[in-house]
């Protein structure tokens, strides 16, 4: 893997919202040349339904960084709830890696019961997620990984995990959600 071939990357991670929310949830995500913080996208996701990955890729095509990014970080499989993120159809989309980063390994039976009892086209999400196979421990995180090989996923959390376990634009769109929706940032991705 050359040194810079995943150098350039957008963090995304979504607005937090109450339970009884109904509607779009923002999504943020944040652009990286190396460490230096490029630029920020927005847009907007259902609370709960499957365009996670379309309104990704939509921010990505429409951004001036669309010749620029080289690898999609994610906050999780999925967010605005249940808005489970189809990595594979991301992958394809942009032609670029996609990872998912979590602090810990998520309860999957809780997961799976939830999607298949309670959320609409939960057996599509659910066999996303079966499909993308368990995280893996990875640099004091958990990772799931499209179009990236294990040690090219270990460099990128090696170079951009600066001020904690969360690389550096999954930490930024993650305080910068926050505000959006509280008016001020806090706590942790």
């Not at 942009?94 to 959320?119: E, F, G, S, W, Y």
Request: net charge positive; charged share 20%; with cysteine.
């Amino acid at each position: 893997m050359g040194k810079n071939r995943l150098s350039n990357v957008a963090g995304f991670d979504d607005a937090p919202f109450s339970r009884s929310h109904h509607g779009g949830v923002a999504v943020v995500g944040t652009v990286y040349a190396d460490l230096r913080f490029d630029g920020v996208l927005t847009g907007r996701i259902k609370k709960d339904g499957f365009d996670a990955a379309e309104k990704i890729t939509t921010m990505v095509d429409q951004s001036r960084f669309a010749q620029h990014i080289r690898m999609i970080l994610l906050q999780g499989i999925a967010l605005g709830g249940f808005n489970v993120v189809d990595v594979f159809d991301l992958h394809d989309r942009l032609n670029l890696p996609v990872m998912v980063v979590a602090r810990k390994q998520p309860d999957m039976t809780t997961i799976k019961n939830a999607l298949l009892t309670h959320i609409a086209r939960g057996r599509e999400k659910w066999a996303i997620i079966e499909r993308l196979g368990p995280m893996e421990p990875m640099e004091n995180v958990y990772v799931q990984r499209v179009g990236l090989s294990a040690p090219e996923a270990a460099a990128v959390l090696r170079r951009f995990c600066i001020h904690g376990r969360i690389p550096e634009p999954i930490r930024t769109a993650h305080l910068i959600a926050t505000a959006m929706a509280c008016g001020q940032s806090r706590g942790h991705p």
